[in-house]
């Protein structure tokens, strides 16, 4: 059974920090590719940061988030993670973790980062 966790969301001020990260099991995990997704209410979700493939591909940031967010992975421990820095309150959101390869895709259940003073 596969299983994408998320945690690590939570409420910050304007300006600060948090780091997610996406703990995966029951696949084998550097054949996907990793990517973080984001949504808030009655809006579609939103590609925040994608990797092409499951090791050494192309990172691709929204433009929202360039020079702010950083994604890594540890394939050693089959996690991935999201360093969200300056943060905005427009990057309120619940944050996803999805894993594809080939025609399998996987979601986590999403963790909740609120940006508010």
């Known amino acids: 059974q596969v299983q994408l966790v998320e945690s690590g969301g939570g409420l910050v001020q304007p300006g600060g920090s948090l780091r997610l990260s996406c703990a995966a099991s029951?696949?084998?995990?550097?054949?996907?590719?990793m990517s973080w997704y984001r949504q808030v209410p009655g809006k579609e979700r939103e590609l925040v940061v994608g990797v092409t493939k499951g090791g050494g591909g192309s990172t691709n940031y929204a433009d929202s988030v360039k020079g702010r967010f950083t994604f890594s992975r540890d394939n050693a421990k089959n996690t991935v993670y999201l360093e969200m820095n300056s943060l905005k309150p427009e990057d309120t959101a619940v944050y996803y973790c999805?894993?594809?390869?080939?025609?399998?895709?996987?979601w986590g259940q999403g963790t909740q980062v609120t940006v508010s003073s």
């Open positions: 029951g696949l084998t995990f550097s054949r996907y590719a």
């Open positions: 999805n894993a594809v390869s080939y025609n399998l895709a996987y």
